[in-house]
């Protein structure tokens, strides 16, 4: 066994050789687009990793043909809604945003909403609909959100804080400050 390729906080998968041997195509999500869009990159022999494609699209199940002439991916392009019922149901569900795939959500003890689309704490406000940035660790991805019941913290997982590839469970209290947490 050798080791091609060790990233900086860069995931690879479904490596696939050139049909020459000379170099790996894969996908890879990095802290450019917060780890939520697979890219295809060049890997080298000697490790260097050269991006292929560069854009906003979120690449899936690449493949290379025989010929090493032709490659096939899946673009992804999820539509995901946040919809809010009234309950007894009584009336028909209202759009509140738009949001992507795996967003998970919980309720604020004063009746507001925190997402984590985008691997990014957000309040949102039922009624209007207007989403709030919950400020947590800049460039790294945050999820899981859950408020506590008395309305004073939302705890979350907040990923390679520092130097670590870890996952971590953090605090914030509700109005978005003193964040509190530790890497292992």
């Given at each position: 066994r050798t080791t091609i390729y060790s990233g900086?906080?860069?995931f690879v998968?479904?490596?696939t050789w050139l049909p020459d041997g000379s170099a790996l195509?894969?996908?890879s999500w990095d802290q450019s687009s917060n780890y939520n869009r697979s890219q295809i990159v060049l890997i080298s022999k000697?490790?260097?990793?050269t991006p292929v494609t560069r854009d906003?699209?979120?690449?899936?199940n690449l493949s290379l043909a025989a010929s090493g002439h032709l490659l096939t991916t899946v673009l992804n392009a999820p539509r995901w809604n946040l919809y809010l019922m009234q309950s007894p149901i009584d009336s028909a569900p209202r759009m509140l945003i738009a949001t992507g795939a795996f967003t998970d959500l919980t309720w604020t003890a004063n009746g507001q909403i925190i997402s984590d689309q985008d691997n990014r704490l957000n309040l949102i406000n039922p009624q209007t609909a207007m989403k709030t940035p919950?400020?947590?660790?800049?460039?790294?991805?945050?999820?899981d959100p859950s408020a506590c019941a008395d309305g004073r913290?939302?705890?979350?997982v907040l990923g390679f804080h520092g130097d670590s590839t870890d996952q971590n469970i953090w605090r914030v209290d509700s109005a978005g400050g003193n964040q509190?947490?530790?890497?292992?």
């Open positions: 900086n906080r860069k998968g479904t490596p195509l894969a996908l000697s490790g260097t990793l906003t699209n979120d690449y899936g919950i400020a947590t660790e800049e460039g790294h991805p945050a999820g913290y939302i705890v979350f509190i947490g530790r890497a292992h």
